[in-house]
């Protein structure tokens, strides 16, 4: 855990330039637009310890798999997000000595994001070696208003001195990928080209063959007046840049505008990449910084507009949920339907893969809650459109009959995961897409959904669990073997209560789909039926059989459910009792003596009451939450966001308020230390639920919202905005009381602490 | 399965060049003498697909890890085998046509090992692209005289043609391990020269800096005369050779005799390495090649004088079990007890690391029952060296108090295999350090063994098992979690009862030796504890109670074991019921596939019982073995050798047979399909058992021998040796009778078909 940041509400602040907090600063002040990104790296040569990344949308490499022992069924590559061309670099060399905070005296050091306007600032002043002094201030974003546009202002101004300065303005596509498997480049060369006051280059990835053409211009002024200088261009492979020599007169601030367009084949043919893209970053030339930076903030106001959520009396918290919001908008902003939210988002590399289950389990209700129906929607064909994959997936460990085994991380629907214990066990994602459709439906009502996509879907899922399931003549029921829960620090199981729980429901709503679709557009049925070669009365009959016969671990006695068969016979003790020097488990524990603890890294049955609420009474939740919680160590970041939920129904306020700050706050304060290899993205979209679904106790049952709200002692009020079926809803919440306003469509009906409630 | 090679009591023929079939004959072929072996590759240029293989006893190096996931407690790197410089290179050069079986005619290409005599034979004619006609026989063999001596003549007759040709005798030390983890070379030059008639090649490993010296000197005779003709001396790093051009009369046979010696640095000082090579050298070329064979084969007449076991009327059994010996004596002669037994001996580099837990289930048996004990105490003297670092293994792990946990792969101790199920898990293996003790002493009688080794390597494991169990509070009895047992086709499960028992029966081992020096050496013990720091009030105490109330998971109404908990769940199925494309499973189904069915790869509730037969009735060997054995599919080569034994003990004759053939022929007919990689050298032991404790009933039960003989219907008779304290017997079955015959020692009385008969 590190606490260096500045509390603030619209702001994170770091005073004072420490080198060993660079990489995480560089993780925590990355900017994207859902299209681009980029980490918080400097403009200028920096020969420290950095992370380099710049990072494209839906631009990937597999890159071959490295394993120790080769498993049947492994997957041949993992797909990698990639360190793309970058094209921030603004160098300066003073008379031979270059501008490098590594070897320099710095002062007054101050970076600032703010999250209100989307935009980075850095200052310093800096001494060089020769005593030569300057002062810097530089600012830049990712433009939300075009998803292909970076802009930045570097203003320098020498303090004591004036005299020549050589400014070099590039694009470098020589980049790597830190987690390349074999030490190789992901990029290929294609065209370079560089002219006074322009360069391009267009480099290729390796194997995928995606394009990314990178353009930039630029500007100088001294004292507000346009200067050229002299310009030396040069280009080499994978690289151009222009060199610009100009008199620096002590006292008069120098400005550098550099202007980038970034544009990949995904969005345009590859023949007419270079060209759009020379015509894009003339267009951003044109505009200007001011004119684009107001274009972008205008569009940040909007999206804080819909989902800002505010807290009163609690800097700290404020700050934390608005960094969590702020992150997964720049990540995704829904627009494209083959992109996804990868668990670094554009702040790191680490993980690889874009895609987990995260998206479906923990982002997709903060979109359906924050943004129109169309952006889940787009969430949910993304997996639709990767089914025929899932199908090839199952096949490939033996399955049958169109069973879909939907990857555990992916870029274009083919695993590329290879931990057997995961790629192979931890089935339970399988049914994330289920549990997605029902959430996404009961959000929008939008039952028509299964017609078209859901239900087709749902089968293969359906058909995969038919499959996975086996029956066991010494229980009389049928058991899943084999399998890791959502709490990973168990492999190998038999019967985790979460997995068996799924599979059981997710064959009863296949069946509920079926019969929709059955009563509503039975044609559709009968040629989703016969494209699939679905035999209803067979399959429906064993799946009936199945969930009808499901075991499920139970500890009577108790009153609990059993994580898995055998859980019992574990030494159960609290993580109270863990000396403190052995926490981070993960970190200080050999794999198998975590295996054997009782600690649960993420809580499954937790997690299962999360999702299924409703099926469960009061007391059962608390039965388990009490016997559970006290063993979890919470070293998922997908883990507190539940438990403050759980907490905050179970009125356990201090428990939900120690959960809400771990998880608004883990990167900010770096609880689990890895805040430098990338932002916890997909998991922010859990602090937002701990907000509305913990404290707010948002539900949607039966198609009406739900408020059920509490606040922590801590705080004098906090609000959010929820977006329900065509209406805007401002919830506001203070230690006195509640209030629900419509802020915009129809009246409404909903429940207010279990009572109905007409707002309009 | 491949069947292509000619039966025969005492040869392994190979008739006809398959270039598809080369790399299984090269490992086949392979010759050793315990110091040092060659894979059967071509003396001259091969551009065909090949395995080029030497290797040196105790040579190895530490590759650095490669693995997909890190998981806390991995070593950092993967002792190998070190593929080791060649000194086989004899080159031929036709007026710039090189002789190339892989670009030529081949006809009447024969190659025998005559296991009689250590002697590779290899004949053939060739006829060159541009016709030339050649006819070919090559001989070699590695001293078992002279444990540091190669030596070759190899025969050319040219056809059709008279001319010039350029010999090219190398030594080559630029070699590769096929299985590098990063394609790294691993040996660094030291010293090279090359004169005429000789040349040396001194080449260090990295990291570990071990020295392999190699020399060569040559004779080349034309007609029975020798010839000098042009020589030409190279070196270059790692490398040095003479070329001799000799002018070839048509019809006239050239003959080169090539001497080689290796010698290593872990047998000389290494200032004296390429002097005492070179000395080394010259002896062996004065001596000749028919003086040194002469030798060679007297010390194999006096092995298998010791160790042959003879199968009248069914040449594939002869055959099968006297490759298995033949290829165990080549690999380790006892002599230093540096060494041990590698998976693969000198036949491939496959499964790195020398030492398994192999060793001491199936080769100690084996050497116990062929030579003298000093040999097996050798293989128990090597583990108690490395106590300390199993000490510290088990220390990396998370364990306290001098346990001591033996790695799963070594070289020197460390462990140095990363697959957390079996690294970490595969925990029955430190106690069959106990069991080899057990055995040993059964054998031997010599409890004394305890005294100044033994007992410190017991209490060393005990302490760990004492660590690893834990107390189920729901079951009331000691448990053991997350653990892989025998039957490597389940992974991470919960009181596999093999390792549940042998925990407990290590206990009292070790409870025993204690008394055991308490009262034979008790200043001795007084000195251990205090050197230890052993309380044995409370350890000892702990030890009786888990002893005590240990759990073992059992079917009562079946009146069978269970493998772990849970196996009831599985459906289960014999393997008769496999669909024969499916077979092997490892290399047909995915690993979770395998792991969720019933199908064992090496039935561990049976190598239990064969470890300790006389805890158990007949009868419940009986519904054990009936109910495991046709759901196991013996992809483990250690497998079938413990059903042999069962079987033959239940009277199952014809299981019995077929596992037999199974093992012994196992790379003969290739049945995993991978002796290419390399022979099965372990689990060959398991032939010899399979014999002489299957069909021979032999057994060792309070220091008295046993035999239990029965014989096969297929044979006419079979025949082994036994050595026993100090007595040579050799045990003879016919369907007719059984003898056992007192060839040397004093008088001794034996238990036959259970009742005692005194032989003199």
């Given at each position: 855990?590190?606490?260096?940041?500045?509390?603030?509400?619209?702001?994170?602040?770091?005073?004072?330039?420490?080198?060993?907090?660079?990489?995480?600063?560089?993780?925590i002040f990355s900017l994207g637009n859902g299209r681009m990104g980029q980490r918080a790296n400097f403009e200028e040569t920096y020969s420290g310890d950095t992370h380099q990344g710049t990072y494209v949308a839906g631009i990937y490499y597999p890159d071959k798999t490295r394993v120790g022992w080769w498993k049947n069924g492994y997957p041949e590559y993992f797909a990698k997000v990639l360190n793309a061309p970058s094209w921030i670099g603004i160098g300066f060399n003073f008379e031979g000595q270059e501008l490098d905070l590594a070897h320099a005296s710095v002062e007054k050091f101050v970076r600032v994001l703010d999250m209100k306007q989307g935009l980075l600032t850095r200052s310093f002043e800096a001494t060089l070696p020769d005593g030569?002094?300057?002062?810097?201030q530089a600012q830049r974003f990712c433009s939300m208003a075009d998803g292909e546009v970076g802009a930045i202002r570097y203003a320098l101004t020498p303090i004591n001195f004036s005299g020549t300065v050589k400014i070099k303005l590039s694009i470098d596509a020589d980049v790597a990928n830190k987690d390349s498997n074999y030490d190789e480049k992901f990029w290929d060369r294609v065209y370079e080209e560089s002219q006074m006051g322009w360069a391009v280059v267009n480099a290729q990835t390796k194997k995928t063959q995606f394009q990314v053409c990178t353009g930039m211009e630029y500007k100088i002024e001294i004292d507000g007046q346009r200067v050229g200088g002299k310009v030396f261009t040069?280009?080499?492979?994978?690289?151009?840049?222009?060199?610009?020599?100009?008199?620096?007169?002590?006292?008069?601030?120098?400005?550098?505008?550099?202007?980038?367009?970034?544009?990949?084949?995904?969005?345009?043919?590859?023949?007419k990449l270079v060209k759009h893209c020379l015509a894009k970053v003339d267009e951003a030339s044109k505009k200007g910084f001011a004119t684009l930076l107001q274009d972008h903030v205008a569009k940040w106001n909007r999206t804080w507009q819909d989902c800002d959520i505010t807290i009163e009396g609690d800097v700290a918290a404020q700050q934390g949920i608005r960094f969590n919001i702020f992150q997964l908008m720049q990540t995704y902003t829904g627009e494209d339907e083959r992109l996804n939210i990868g668990p670094k988002g554009f702040t790191g590399e680490k993980y690889g893969g874009s895609t987990y289950w995260?998206?479906?389990?923990?982002?997709?209700?903060?979109?359906?809650?924050?943004?129109?129906?169309?952006?889940?929607?787009n969430l949910l064909i993304?997996?639709?459109?990767?089914?025929?994959?899932?199908?090839?997936?199952?096949?490939?460990?033996?399955?049958?009959?169109?069973?879909?085994?939907?990857?555990?991380?992916?870029?274009?629907?083919?695993?590329?995961?290879?931990?057997?214990?995961?790629?192979?066990?931890?089935?339970?994602?399988t049914s994330a897409m289920a549990y997605a459709m029902r959430d996404y439906i009961d959000y929008t009502g939008d039952k028509n959904y299964w017609i078209d996509y859901g239900l087709e879907v749902l089968i293969g899922i359906s058909r995969f669990w038919s499959q996975r399931v086996n029956w066991s003549g010494d229980k009389n029921r049928y058991v899943i073997l084999g399998v890791t829960g959502p709490n990973e620090y168990e492999n190998n199981v038999n019967n985790n209560w979460y997995t068996n729980y799924l599979c059981a429901w997710t064959l009863r709503f296949t069946m509920e789909a079926i019969d929709y679709v059955k009563k509503n557009a039975s044609d559709k049925l009968v040629s989703l039926f016969s494209k699939i070669t679905f035999n209803e009365a067979t399959e429906v009959a064993r799946w009936k059989d199945i969930a009808e016969k499901m075991y499920y671990p139970e500890d009577k006695t108790r009153g609990v459910f059993l994580q898995q068969d055998g859980f019992l016979d574990k030494e159960l003790i609290p993580t109270k009792d863990l000396p403190a020097e052995d926490r981070p488990l993960n970190q200080k524990w050999s794999w198998d003596r975590i295996l054997r603890s009782c600690f649960i890294k993420q809580a499954d049955v937790l997690q299962c009451m999360y999702l299924f609420e409703d099926d469960f009474t009061q007391d059962q939740i608390k039965r388990n939450f009490d016997f559970y919680e006290p063993m979890t160590v919470h070293e998922s970041s997908l883990s507190p966001c539940v438990h403050v939920i759980l907490a905050s129904k179970l009125g356990y306020e201090d428990k939900a308020y120690e959960m809400y700050l771990r998880t608004s706050r883990l990167d900010l304060d770096d609880y689990n230390n890895d805040t430098e290899d990338g932002c916890h993205i997909t998991s922010m979209a859990g602090t937002w639920m701990s907000v509305v679904k913990g404290f707010g106790g948002m539900r949607v049952r039966q198609g009406q919202l739900h408020f059920n709200p509490f606040i922590p002692g801590q705080w004098k009020s906090y609000s959010f905005r929820i977006e329900f079926r065509g209406r805007v809803l401002k919830v506001k919440v203070s230690q006195a009381q509640t209030e629900v306003l419509l802020e915009s469509g129809e009246p409404l009906e909903i429940i207010v602490n279990n009572k109905p409630a007409k707002i309009s």
């Open positions: 855990m590190k606490q260096y940041l500045k509390h603030h509400e619209w702001q994170i602040i770091e005073e004072g330039f420490d080198p060993h907090l660079h990489r995480v600063s560089e993780s030569k002094k300057i002062a810097v040069h280009n080499k492979e994978k690289y151009a840049d222009n060199i610009v020599e100009i008199t620096l007169v002590q006292g008069k601030e120098l400005v550098v505008y550099k202007y980038a367009a970034v544009l990949s084949s995904e969005n345009h043919p590859k023949e995260d998206t479906e389990a923990y982002c997709l209700p903060f979109y359906l809650g924050t943004t129109n129906p169309a952006v889940a929607r993304y997996r639709y459109k990767h089914l025929p994959k899932a199908i090839e997936n199952a096949k490939k460990l033996g399955f049958k009959n169109g069973a879909a085994f939907y990857p555990f991380v992916t870029m274009n629907g083919e695993e590329c995961h290879n931990e057997w214990e995961i790629t192979f066990e931890e089935i339970h994602r």
